[in-house]
């Protein structure tokens, strides 16, 4: 989830910094008093009640292994919190960040203590800016958020096209599209490395949007795979506490989309667009593909097109 408030250090007293989070919670002093006392020193001077509400809400509704939620901050930068019963493994974690184009500025653990209102747990909140151009949109964090969720579930792949989320504009789901293409085209023998296969779709998102909307106007929107069983709430989540398999690990990737299917499957959509549809994403992608200058981007984009 996208939270859209800001607030960041704050230097009101403890009793007015209680009296708003206890307006933040709908008016539950109690809640408030209790979420007080189970954090940790320094907390309220650098929490605003506002955002300390978001984090007693997802610490109290903590019933999977872990959760995000991402709030904006300043012009070009973003934070992502991560809340979890244990602590993030950051040798684990943060090549996933890094997967979608992110660079992580800051890193700030937390510890909620256990008490009336629940559990103990742990809140991680990554200071993020992207590498590619652009600013960040309230339906980025929205976007971010499901792709992360995917990858820990072990739906998705630790890879840079996830760039492409960002990037793009692209959801986890069409993410896993493009891969699938991109693997079946290194195994009809393509001479280019994955790096090399990836790179040009993030150099020209556009292309890589329009390629996805062909793929759907043929075969309709592939289905969302299911979350492998075994774990609770996050199979093949990232390693927490050394507690659970992180990324490239013991948790396994989400099945492949085979792209010569068709539509149907479970959670899949029957195309809906048309012939003419599809001659108006090829004239597009003609027009995107005559500003590409460099010819071995302009072979890897046109071998994609060519599947």
């Not at 009101?12 to 954090?39: I, K, N, T, Y």
């Not at 903590?62 to 993030?88: E, H, I, K, N, T």
């Not at 040009?200 to 299911?226: I, K, N, Q, S, T």
């Amino acid at each position: 989830m996208t939270d859209r408030r800001g607030p960041g250090p704050t230097d009101v007293s403890q009793g007015a910094w209680v009296d708003r989070l206890a307006e933040a919670l709908g008016g539950d002093g109690a809640a408030a008093l209790d979420f007080r006392a189970r954090v940790p020193a320094g907390y309220q001077q650098q929490v605003a009640p506002e955002l300390a509400a978001v984090d007693a809400r997802h610490v109290a509704d903590l019933d999977v292994s872990q959760r995000f939620a991402v709030r904006a901050a300043g012009s070009d930068g973003f934070r992502l919190r991560r809340y979890g019963r244990a602590p993030v493994e950051l040798s684990a974690f943060l090549p996933l960040l890094e997967s979608f184009g992110l660079a992580v500025v800051e890193a700030v653990p937390m510890t909620i203590a256990a008490g009336a209102g629940g559990a103990g747990a742990h809140i991680d909140d990554f200071g993020l800016r992207r590498l590619s151009p652009g600013p960040f949109e309230p339906a980025d964090g929205d976007r971010l958020v499901e792709a992360i969720e995917a990858v820990v579930q072990g739906r998705s792949d630790t890879d840079s096209l996830n760039r492409l989320v960002l990037a793009a504009g692209l959801d986890w789901v069409q993410v896993r599209l493009v891969r699938a293409y991109r693997r079946y085209r290194r195994q009809a023998g393509s001479p280019y490395t994955d790096e090399q296969l990836d790179d040009p779709l993030v150099a020209f998102p556009e292309v890589a949007r329009d390629l996805v909307a062909l793929v759907e106007a043929r075969f309709g929107r592939p289905p969302a795979a299911e979350p492998p069983r075994g774990a609770e709430g996050g199979p093949g989540a990232v390693t927490v506490g050394g507690s659970e398999a992180g990324p490239g690990g013991g948790g396994g990737t989400a099945p492949a989309v085979d792209p010569t299917d068709g539509p149907g499957g479970d959670g899949g959509t029957a195309p809906a667009e048309g012939p003419a549809a599809e001659a108006g994403i090829r004239a597009r992608l003609a027009n995107h593909l005559a500003e590409v200058v460099h010819l071995g981007q302009d072979q890897v984009l046109r071998s994609y097109l060519a599947l």
